[in-house]
């Protein structure tokens, strides 16, 4: 007589439980960040629907694939997220916007105040977590 053996796999449960808030793109000039970004959020229930390397790009990105968010590093080698979230937040669709960068938030002063910006976080405490957290 066959034994049955069940397949049981260790599910982590997901950071991410926001109703209708999970798609993201990721906009940084860094594939290595863009990379781990993914992987991160991934792994914590958001969906990434795409990436950008530059302002334009992210602009593009943002109309083709409608994300509900789009974390986007402050400096990009074409633009400032500064300005590509107020593009963003001016178009139809308006995703919410976290901006990130490896400097910390005291650098941007009241820019970040004034940005049309869900929040911001530094990228050595980017964590699924930490954005769900804003998006509460």
Do not use: W, Y
């Not at 781990?36 to 109309?63: C, H, I, M, P």
Request: glycine content about 6%; proline content about 5%.
């Amino acid at each position: 007589m066959a034994k049955s053996v069940e397949n049981r796999t260790a599910v982590r449960p997901a950071v991410c439980d926001h109703a209708g808030m999970t798609t993201v793109l990721i906009v940084d000039d860094h594939p290595s960040f863009r990379a781990n970004a993914r992987a991160l959020l991934q792994a914590e229930g958001f969906e990434v629907v795409g990436e950008a390397e530059d302002a334009a790009s992210a602009l593009t990105a943002a109309a083709e694939l409608r994300p509900d968010l789009v974390l986007l590093d402050v400096q990009l080698p074409d633009g400032d997220g500064f300005e590509i979230a107020s593009r963003l937040s001016s178009n139809g669709h308006r995703p919410l916007v976290v901006l990130v960068s490896s400097r910390d938030r005291s650098d941007f002063g009241s820019l970040l105040d004034e940005a049309p910006v869900l929040g911001f976080i530094p990228k050595s405490e980017l964590s699924g977590s930490r954005l769900a957290q804003l998006l509460e």
